[in-house]
């Protein structure tokens, strides 16, 4: 009986020890869960402001675009400025949309005295440049006393040319770089690499010539002379749309629209341009109005990034590999 009793009794003293141990181990478990449950809510709510500034961000870019601040705060009579700078096409910063945005927000500003057209470009594409130089014409039908002036900084040639004629009159540094009246479209032929590798084009159309501008196939005599035809007809309009501009201040000269280059001051003598300054000079002397408001409309960062990630890559590689021969004022 004793040692069944002092049996019994050891049993019952290690009990309290394990059930503390017990205790111990759910101590734990539960107070890792509670740190856990904090940590996890401090990140929870690091991620949200992340997100949130993410958002914001995002946000002020996207309200980024439109007309330039300077235009938004304006006082009293001033001379608008509308900048044309880059490659003059539809996806680039240098688009007719923008650019004539600019000039009907500055045509109907009744402060307004006059327009400058600060030029600094090489050209591009004839269909917009065209666009440009028709609304700077309709707008100084519908506003006759609000006079444009062009003024070419580093390069005005080709296609920014173009839209320079349409101004009242045009302005550059002596030695800036004028003119370019011509018309060009390039590419590669591959055909004979082609040969040499042991590759074969298949190509499959409806309509005898829809594939002739195909890098890849053998030149056909009638289609390069059509495709000539075209350039002419194009360069013709070119021609056109600068005697119509220019008028009789243009020289006789043969060469004028070859395609060749000037500087400032031979495009002088030339009749290409009116007379050597800047646009702070236009401003100051023609104009007689110094203050200059800019009503070039903002690029939209966010907007540019969107729209043109998914053609950018495409556009450098068939450039890169000639695969494009689209028309160009250059």
């Known amino acids: 009986m004793k040692e069944t009793t002092l049996g019994q009794s050891r049993n019952n003293a290690s009990k309290p020890e394990a059930s503390n141990k017990e205790w111990q181990l759910i101590e734990g478990l539960v107070g890792g869960i509670l740190v856990e449950k904090r940590r996890t809510r401090r990140w929870g709510i690091f991620f949200k402001l992340l997100t949130f500034i993410y958002l914001f961000v995002l946000l002020y870019l996207f309200t980024l675009g439109g007309i330039s601040k300077d235009a938004m705060v304006k006082s009293g009579d001033h001379t608008a400025l509308v900048e044309i700078s880059g490659v003059i096409a ?13 000039l009907r927000a500055a045509f109907k500003d009744k402060n307004t005295k006059a327009v400058i057209l600060r030029i600094n470009s090489p050209g591009g594409s004839p ?44 302005y550059a540094d002596k030695a800036s770089l004028v003119g370019s009246i011509g018309v060009v479209a390039s590419g590669f032929g591959f055909v004979e690499v082609m040969d040499k590798v042991g590759v074969s084009r298949r190509v499959y159309t409806a ?124």
């Open 90 to 102: 539809a996806d680039e910063a240098a688009n007719a949309d923008a650019i004539v945005t600019g």
């Open 207 to 330: 309509g005898e010539h829809k594939g002739f501008l195909d890098p890849f196939l053998p030149q056909n005599d009638s289609e390069t002379k059509f495709w000539q035809t075209v350039l002419n007809t194009t360069h013709k309009q070119f021609i056109s749309s600068v005697k119509k501009g220019r008028g009789d201040r243009l020289k006789d000269d043969p060469k004028l629209f070859s395609g060749l280059v000037w500087s400032g001051e031979q495009a002088l003598s030339l009749g290409l341009i009116d007379g050597l300054g800047s646009t702070s000079y236009v401003a100051r002397e023609i104009v007689k109005e110094e203050n200059i408001v800019d009503f070039t409309p903002q690029e939209n960062p966010l907007e540019r990034f969107v729209e043109g990630l998914g053609t950018s890559m495409g556009n450098a590689i068939s450039n890169k590999l000639g695969l494009s021969q689209e028309m160009k004022l250059r």
């Open 127 to 170: 269909v917009q440049a065209g666009y440009v130089y028709d609304e700077i014409k309709r707008q100084r039908s519908l506003h006759p006393d609000i006079k444009v002036y062009a003024v070419i900084m580093d390069l005005g040639a080709s296609g920014a040319y173009y839209i320079a004629a349409a101004a009242d009159e045009i």
